[in-house]
């Protein structure tokens, strides 16, 4: 069946710029997960999702950060005010409850000029 | 909080050699454990897990055995292969909690 998926693959742009991220999880997941990998580490967490709500977003940054997932199914990121720190690869992944397996989608690199 | 150490690469290996590549934890809880691995160019995948004390995962002949009174996680593998070249990244989760991933080992395997 179809994994998690992530669009766009690559986003340029320049700081000060507001991007979206998206994820389509697999279907009938439902808890959805955000990371942030930076180069040579590991995912970092940034909010997860129990169906439509956060059930964690104590990994966000700042509040330029935001994510929704209004119908339990896709989810969007969302950055304010990008910043040159913000580029990274942003990690999604969907897994059929909390604590089961993570299947991770391929990502998104962003990169803020 | 919770913690995942693993140990610095990068690892460089012939091939047909033994692999191991450390991991411990520091954990509220119970947690369960895995190994995640990524392939050049690809995604982060699940390569085995364990989810109480004592048991082993394994996966593709890599193993790794869930060592409560050492809090480790070892993995191991006997005769590694050109193809098994990736970064590997132990993680743990625990009730309640999100997971929680180690830094990465990067294990290059040469002809």
């Known amino acids: 069946g179809a994994g998690v998926s992530q669009t766009p693959s690559n986003k340029v742009t320049e700081k000060g710029k507001y991007v979206e991220l998206r994820c389509d999880p697999i279907?009938?997941?439902?808890?959805l997960y955000w990371y942030r990998q930076s180069l040579g580490q590991g995912p970092e967490f940034l909010i997860y999702?129990?169906?439509?709500?956060?059930?964690?977003d104590s990994g966000l940054p700042n509040d330029r950060f935001f994510a929704v997932r209004p119908e339990g199914s896709v989810s969007t990121l969302k950055i304010q005010r990008t910043e040159r720190g913000d580029s990274a690869v942003y990690l999604c992944?969907?897994?059929?409850?909390?604590?089961?397996?993570?299947?991770f989608g391929p990502g998104t690199r962003l990169t803020v000029l | 909080g919770n913690s995942v150490t693993q140990m610095e690469g990068p690892v460089t290996l012939s091939e047909e050699a033994f692999l191991t590549i450390n991991c411990t934890y520091t954990?509220?809880?119970?947690?369960?454990l895995f190994w995640y691995v990524q392939y050049p160019g690809e995604g982060l995948q699940l390569l085995l897990k364990?989810?109480?004390?004592?048991d082993k995962g394994s996966n593709k002949g890599f193993e790794a055995t869930y060592r409560k009174e050492t809090t480790s996680f070892h993995l191991e593998k006997g005769s590694v292969q050109v193809s098994d070249s990736a970064v590997y990244f132990c993680?743990?989760?625990?009730?309640?909690?999100?997971?929680?991933f180690g830094p990465g080992t990067r294990l290059s395997v040469l002809p």
């Open positions: 999702f129990q169906g439509t709500g956060a059930a964690d």
């Open positions: 992944a969907s897994s059929l409850a909390v604590r089961d397996t993570q299947y």
């Open positions: 954990a509220t809880g119970y947690p369960s």
């Open positions: 279907s009938g997941h439902t808890a």
């Open positions: 364990a989810t109480k004390a004592d």
């Open positions: 993680a743990l989760t625990t009730y309640g909690q999100n997971f929680v």
